[in-house]
């Protein structure tokens, strides 16, 4: 697909809204009788949005004939539907560059998942049991009325997993109009840390982007930006051409992180630091640039940080990072003396410090004199600064008395040490979402509404700042299932409650952003807006003055619980919401090969002293639970910690996750990261020891992870 | 050799490969793969027509990760081909390694002679729980059970665009033919193109020092080509 | 000769075996009917595996061939065990050979005709196997002769064909005989199938002739039936296939199966139809020392293959053979030479040790041996194939096993029922000792 062709192709896009919202008057066409416009054979290419993640990535959607069974008064017909079957980035939108993520790809697989909720439904059984039976749209609606005119508004928690768009803007307007606080998320994916991170040095709010197809020489810390952080796929794109897409010029990438991440894997060379150290290494880093004078811009520095980085103890550091001296000196000296340094922090896995490493980061950054030019920091759009963040989300949940959850899944993503699922129980809960998952087993009431890809939406790109980058989608087919819009459920509930409220649409909500001269029409009809230049840019207005950095702390007792426990984001799964995409599990994880399942990643020295071998299975116990699962003798783990990958371990989310493996985030303390209150999910002491039993084999694709066997050639 | 018009070939450039395997889901929903399950995925039957080989070199703390995308190679001396007593699997005048469905009668021989270990075998009738099924593509056949299957370099797109093309009258341009996984790649790892064609993009590609072939001492003379990752 | 059993008349060698052709001991019958059983459950689970899909079998990638090959190969292998007994014995005219060439010549028949099964039961549809036989068709499409398999397919069916009117041609003299005496169908069988044959010295010549035409046919086939089954692996580019020694290896390996088949088969003929004077110590004494000579060619054979795999350290072909050696699957390597050497070289080597129990003893031990030695060919190669990322373990279903086992209860339902409905010895050449010996 290029973009003539997507131009020549796209249609009627917005004909689909019309069939939507004037009801149920659905056609039932016999056999052979194809939908209208629907060609066998033709295909049609639909601009839309892609809401796996929240880093909104513009896609394109194959449109073709489909046929599926439907039964009217105990007959069953064959119907001839326009039905997805491909996704595609969308060449013109600049997150996605016309390419997409494995996890956006499977999309088409949550919309045509067998397991979906198809139509409003009431809990019959106890909670988190998941029994429903269906209900009509009318009751349900009334039911939410009546909870929320019962409750002291201060008391509704709606928790989204919208990106920054209409969606939200909607949720929020909502909420304002109810007289209720705003919403949360309860995602491990919400990048908060780097949120705010971001604005204390920049003052900007929202993600900084990394131009890192500009640099010639990137640092990346705790940041694993080609697999589960902010954006593979933009961040993909970027890697791409900053390896082999400048005659001539090949970035190096260096990768400082405690876990051998796909970044980490891709990177020239890995520095394996301790977790929890990464501000000392950037501190460090910073220091050696400084002392070698290579820190080009040091002046911009706020005096208070140049004082600190200048007054630590530098072999300290360097000791404390568990990296080769020798090596982080020559990597300082390489990054001061490159044409475009750049230095990515995040916190991939979040410690008790990760918002002093990523701070850490962005002063790196300063002294090298990169911020807001080709190859470094940019603002982020201005646009993006609803996301919605929250770290008080478990406060808050346990102190609610309505919940309201749109797609989010809290029983999985907090920790039962937080003891949400327990205050859940005394809840009236309300679920959007188009499945039954851990937390929607525990609602009350379930009205879904549209799959995204048959809603409309817009979103605000999480990457691509300062430009103005916003991907919208218009339906084009029809909703497989008796769902409806949230925008129109919550204008249903506002109605009821006699509040005014103006649903947000995607129109409305982009309508503002259109410069002279451009439509909404053209918008809807590329599948976005995306200006050229840097208008809107945030200024550089720093807020925080000084730099800290201070030891990781650790949930749980040295000896008792020996190991360091990282659960991480995957390609996969994200926070745990692609588990029910066959696709998704039978897609082999980068760093095992698991399918169907997950290992805990364990070093080879803690294996040996454990006698675990990869297959065998393991208990991982914290202070606060455990778990068992196979276990995965990773060759390039770090001695002592134990890694493992979010998204399985669900309770209920369809028959592709429910019951399957095991949740790392389940046997989590309610460890905070200090600076942001933030759940720090890579603050957990365990300890591990092997099982007897293999209730389960480890499913591998390619369980030889070496090029040569044990045996054999010498 | 042919002398057809093209020759398809590929380029994969490991120094771009994040190992993100988005190619392998875009394979997927490209071309029907049968969907696994744990225990078929535990039989070693699931299928994957592209699949990112990772290795691990070295030990700890110098060890780097290796990762190799491996789809059917197209190799123009293929050993699948001859060994199938019934044709069908064949090469095709434009250089590809054709797998007839219909014709299979499943000895699997081409399976073991493919060093790449890139075929695939229906060991049963597929099965997708409704309505998983609306997903796919009508352009490629569903395989029944019994039969061999593998990368097609997604005949069906390049058919397509050569469509396109003739219907707007003009010759099939270096770009307008992208497999599902070249389309797909973020980072821009892979690019296809028409190995006749010295001015392609692929052609210059296989040309460049960095290129070399998979168990290229086997003299299969794969189609894919591999550009090593620069130091 | 000293050969010969010192039996005084023909009236005495028709009674001795003839008697086994009349009435059936209840002893028999079970032994018919437990067989059958486990042979109809083989079918069972075929018709499953036809029914459910060739998945039921424990076959996976990379490993797309596994016990059914290794099933086909190994039967292939016991079918020469009439080849030789009867081919080269006949061409070289040693006379101790007369009381064992029907047997094996018996094996030889229903051995290919289970090995032949095998292709087909393996086949993803098996339903088309006949696309495999060149005929014209709709599909305007010849099978492709570049195929190792075709080969196979062109080879086993001559196989088949050669060796049973090799098996049949012997036989006309006998069945002439028991047509005059067998009443009801038995009579119309021997009758149909003795062909009108009279006895005269016309058709004697004719039949010696046949008979010695066929022996050199047949020795030529034999040979290249292995060698082509051989090629199914060495044609391909897998580490530890393609090597040139095959072809002899397993023809090597195909006459030691088949002659430990045939002395297994011997011995229980000798207890059960009590034909001690027929199939003396000396038979069994000879066809051990060829069993011996067979075990040490295997050996070189094998030691050669391995030898130079492993001084060529070539790193493909060291996974194959690490795994073979030292790795998973290394103790079937181990008992396989445990199986196919060191037992037949001391029970066999050592001539106070050799009679016919050591030697029954010795031959399943090699049929063990020689098993394992086509699992240990056919898998290992597979499952550590070129690209280490795709090697995978192969574990076979109770399918596969089933179908396995039943193939050997099927060799004994078609033996028995051989046995009973014809001489298992060829009176003719007793007979005719005198007559027909120049």
Redesign the interface.
Known sequence: ??RR?FFKIVSTASAGVAATSCGKKEALIPLLVPEHQIA??EEQWHPSVCTECSAGCGVIVRV??????VERNGQKFRER?A???????NPLDPV????????G??A??SL???DRVRGPMHRTGDRGKAAFSSMSWDDGIAAITKAISATDKSKVVFLTTAPAGSRLAGIQRFLQSIGAPAAYTSSLADFSIERQAAQAVFGWTGMPDYHVSQARYVLGVGADF??GWVS???Y??Q???F???RLGI?GKLVQAESR?S?????A?E?L?VRPGFEPHLLVAVGRLLLEEKLARAAEQLPPGVTESILGADLQQLIRSTGV?PNVLRRVARELGESEAPLVIGGASVIHSNSFQAIVASHYLNIMLGNVGRRGGPQAPHPASDVAAANPNVVEALKAAQVVFLDGENPVYTLPPSSGVAAALASKTIISFGSFIDDSAAYADVILPSHHPLEAEAAVVAMVGGPATSVAVATPFVRP?YDTRPLEQTLGDIARKLNVAFEPVTAKSFVQPLLPNGETWDNVALRGGLWLEGEANAQPLKPVSKNMQWSDPTFSGDALQFPLQFQPYLS??YHDGRGANL???Q???D??S?A???LPVEI??KTATKLNVATGDWVRVESANGKLDAPAYVH?????GVVSMAIGEGHTHYG?YASG?GANPISILAPAQETSTGVLAFGATRVRVARLEQRP??L?Q?????????????? | MSNSEHRWGMAIDLDRCTGCQACVTACHAENNLPLSDPESAAKGRAVHWIRVDRYYEGEFPNIRVKHVPVLCQQCDEAPCEPVCPVYATYHNEEGLNVQVYNRCVGTRYCGNNCPYSVRFFNWFDPVWPSPLELQHNPDVSIRMGGVMEKCTFCIQRIKRSKDDAAAESRPLKDGDVKPACVQSCPAEAMVFGDLNDPGSKVSQLAESGRATRLLEELGTKPKVFYLQKAT | MATLPAISSDEGIRRDLWRPLAGASSRYLIVLCVLSAVALWGLVAWGYQLYRGIGVAGIRRPVFWGFYLVDFVFWIGISHAGTLISAILRLTDAGWRKPVTRAAEAITVFALMIGGLFPIIHLGRAWLFFWLFPYPNSRLLWPNVRSPLMWDVTAISTYLTGSTIYLFLPLIPDVAQLAKRATGWRRRMYRMLSLGWTGSDREWNALESAMKLMAGIILAVAVSVHTVVAWDFSMAVAPMWHSSIFGPYFVVGAIFSGIAALLIVMALIRKTMHLEEYLTPHHFNNLAKLLLLMSLLWLYFTVAENLTAWYGNEPKEMNVFGARIRGNFGPYFWVMVLCNFVVPFVLLGIRKLRNILTATIASITVLIGMWLERFLIVVPTLSYGRLAATWGRYTPTWVEISITVATFASMGVLYLVFAKLFPIIAIWEFETQSEHED
């Open positions: 697909m290029d062709n066998p054979g073709m004939e489909g046929e599926r069974i539907i039905s997805i079957k491909k996704i595609e980035g996605s560059s016309g390419a997409l993520c494995a996890r790809q499977a088409v697989q045509y998942n067998p080609l697999g593979p796929v933009y993909g794109g890697f791409g051409r390896r082999q897409g090949r051998m796909l970044t980490a894997a891709s020239d890995w394996p080769d497989l390609v996969q066959p696709w998704m039978e897609l082999p980068p760093a090969s399918m169907w399942g070093d080879p060759p390039a783990a770090l001695p028959r399957r389960s084999e499913i694709f390619s369980p030889q992870d070496r090029e040569q066997g044990p045996w054999g050639h010498r």
